[in-house]
């Protein structure tokens, strides 16, 4: 292994003993070594009382408020736990979950079209403005630190004001809407807001999808929401309460409901809003089974049941209208049930049907509505094995007092066009009625987003695209990466095969096999000694003849002429002693082996730019409307190789191609700002991508996620790396170099971390101390556990900074970084990292595959790159002599990787991640620090020297 370790007291410059080999993992071991050892130390703040207890005898409000508004962005497309199983949200998981992505957004607007049969009047007037976040939630303790729980109806203090008719159609999607079969529902379409709906609640056993009744218990509580044991159980009919029409009705089981929402990880409130009307002085009314768990307060109770539209009676009287259309849902529970419960798919014309009988419900009740009701259409759950992304609509007065307008819905929890939450649901249903939504309803109110298509065709023919996609996506995704880890692990053996192979046939010259690893272990030295020093060292050790062989400008890889490629000059010759020198290798016949002309190499070198470029590529394919093509799987693989193969043609274009580094920094580069454009406009790449969010699972919908993080950080710190031994060739000082990879690194981070843009918790501290260990060893100095403990604590508080900025604006604009917080202050942080780190554990374990990559990939490195090679040096050292910052750059990237291992939830998969783009684009810079070595004719074997006169013996 090529002696690479930091300048010391015996490193070949203070004595002529022999350098002891260097230890490259040494700076990892320290960053573990010292994480673990901070995390063990730091003491456990209160952790959350998870025992099961009454209604009457229920937690207290810090008890109550637990993780799911921060644990919704902590895993962003991780594993979910629950009940201790995971739930596979990551692309290496168990490769084939739900997934989504959104179309483009259309523009043009409609007017109001004539009205039909039924028609719904959808007027301005009378309806109050209710502001989001116009109140502080809840007050503050005699210490002004920790918020104490304001009473239902301090909460609800202000009266009532508005009427809403909250509408749920379990499994209604985007492609079930026509012109012909469902005219009401085209018609709101016309004349309200429209989105994609994301119905992720709490799946059943073995199902990632939502069941009929935990979609309404998630609309009950603002959060996510489940029922023990497997299949989808129909929710029950309520049970009367009285004798009377209007006695009103309880729902069964409450009890057990709530409290098995305690064991889900998220401990909704069931009858959260209906207790939220009742205290504000409203009245609600519920109609069919479903809608009573929807609208029941905290006890259970709704003030008005009706198993049918027809028994409603007039709706004048109640404030919040929740109504059950379970046509769809009904036709679904009579299908065979799978080996989980769950029924098989609905027959294209059953579904049809059941669409076109709700379609008629709906009308009937717009009929019944008094004027100026806002409607809000919702699909709430799933009717197949499957999930998808469902119908939204919005129609009537909103928030401000106008109407909704034509164009798609949008919210602040997803920060996506045309993509909204169940959760939201609630929360908009709250806002509308001019009350304040209490801290357990983690969602936020949709709100007016951007134009959609003009015509109601056209705004559904884009929505059922999306839902198309997300679909695609998850037939795709589990092959998709299955080959990619399989191509990778290929490529590998054959590189190695490639860099290793001797031939060991007839017989070799006088000496080769001394002489050689004589060289080998001069060189070793050399580059120890060299990368130790920096790139201004001009000269090496007169002790290093291997080394001599490719001494001057040709070997000078930060400032000589010949090696620098960025300025298009090649190798062209060598001078010193005439030697075995790096480049060159002896096959048993006595020939050279040039590896500047070896097409094996070549070969190599263009695979493995290509490999480090995929990556990236997996997101800007999101660019191409993959999903529509013939053959998805193909099509997805074709965009992503022909994206690749566009950067590597970059990467060769230029005269940077001759320089050690100049694929790696192209390609790097271009990794590092692609994303970072992406997450200041939006993420939208990462939408729908093979590798990033996936809508219907609702892990995560905007900034970074985790995957996106490790691909980002590692083209950051090796582009970095590029462009400091560019600048230092070109005389540049080593501050001045220092000072401009800080600032751009230091952009990076804010980047990762700033709310509106990132809004990575886990990813910054990590990308801060990998950037240090780079700038660390870029400057020429020792990673010392001093250093990374500066480290640790500045990376630290730069979170906490962000997330203080956070927490200090409106509860309602922030992210999971405010939320995490407020949960410190609530006590309630340590389960979060708890949750977390079982997360990690899960997914590192369930993920054999990427453990295996990763594994892969850092043997190929250490115990490949960092030996001899067929052609007589380590190829990692000899780029290293001819490009000293690749060594910091690496190390840098790999302790980012590692300690995003060990604080994200994603696990393996962000190591894995960072090295199917670190260790392609090292390979490459070796494989052209091999080219530069020309090599020389080998001096011919010396005599054998005269027996002294001890050999000799003693005298006759």
Known sequence: MPNDAMPGPHDGRHGARRVRPARPYLPIVRCAALLIGLVTLAPPTTAHAAAQVSYAQGPTFQERVAGERAFRWHVPHGQMSRRGELWDQTPFGSFGHDQTALSPVG?????????????????????????????????????????????????????????????????????DLDRTRTPNLWRLVEQGGSASLSTRAVPPPERGITCPIAGWLTVSAGQRAGTEGKGCPSPAAPQPAGAGADAGATVPNWAALTAYQSDTGYDARLGTLGQLVVDGGGKVAAVGPGAAVGGADRSGNVAKYAS??????????????????????????????????????????????????????????????PPHTTILVAGTSDVTPNAHLHVAIAAGPSPSGRPYPHGYLTTTST??????????????????????????????????????PATPQGTVTELADGDLASQVLREVRGPFFTVLVTVQLLFYAWAALALRRRRTTTTRPPNHHTAVEAADDRTTDALGHRA???????SVDARSPAMDGVSGRAAD????????????????STSGPATYEPG????????????????????VQVVAVVSGAIAVSTFLAQLVPWWTL??????????????????????????????????LTTVAAITSLALLVDVMTGSTLQVNAVTGYEPVTGGRFYGFSNIAFAVYATGTVLGLAGVAQWLLGKGVSRGVVVAACTVYGGFAVFADGWPSWGADFGGVPAFVIGLSVFLILLSGKRVSVLRLLVVGLVGAGVIGALSVFDWLRPEDQRTHLGTFVQQVIDGQAWTVVGR?????IGVTVGNWSLTLLSLVALAFLFLVLARPSRWGASALGQAYALAPALRAGLFGALTCAFVGFLMNDSGIAIPAMALTVAVPLTLAACVRALQLARPTPPEPPSERAAPTRSEAGPRS
Request: charged share 15%.
């Open 532 to 538: 130790a020093e920096g790139p201004d060292r001009r």
């Open 415 to 452: 920060r996506q066009e045309a993509l909204v939450t169940i959760t939201d649901l609630t929360a908009t249903a709250i806002q509308l009625l001019g009350l304040t939504a209490p801290r357990e309803v983690v969602g936020r109110p949709w709100q007016p987003g951007g134009p959609a």
């Open 107 to 175: 523009r043009g607007q409609t007017a109001l079209g004539p009205a039909g049969h039924g028609q719904m009047s959808l007027g301005t007037g009378g309806h109050a403005q209710a502001v989001a976040g116009q109140n502080e939630r809840g007050g503050q303790d005699a210490d002004g630190l920790r918020p104490t729980e304001p009473s239902g109806r301090q909460r609800a203090a202000a009266q009532i004001q508005g009427r809403v008719a909250l509408v749920g159609v379990p499994g209604l999607e985007w492609s």
């Open 557 to 572: 890889g930060v400032s000589g002429r010949a090696a620098d490629g960025m300025s298009g000059n090649a190798a062209g």
């Open 630 to 663: 013939p053959v998805p799987m193909l099509s997805v693989i074709v965009t992503i190789l022909a994206i690749a193969g566009l950067i590597t043609a970059v990467a060769f274009a230029g005269p940077w191609r001759a320089h050690v580094l100049g694929p």
């Open 584 to 603: 060159a290798a002896v096959s048993s016949t006595g020939t050279h082996l040039d590896a500047s002309t070896s097409k094996l190499l070549r070969a």
């Open 836 to 840: 977390k780190f079982s997360a990690m």
């Open 308 to 369: 049918t539209l027809d028994a409603l009676g007039d709706a004048a009287p109640y404030n919040l209208i929740v109504v059950e259309v379970a046509d769809l849902a009904n036709a679904w529970a009579g299908r065979p049930l799978d080996e989980y419960g769950v029924p098989a798919p609905l027959p294209a014309a059953a579904r049809q049907t059941a669409v076109a009988q709700a379609d008629r419900q709906i009308g009937a009740l717009v009929g019944k509505l």
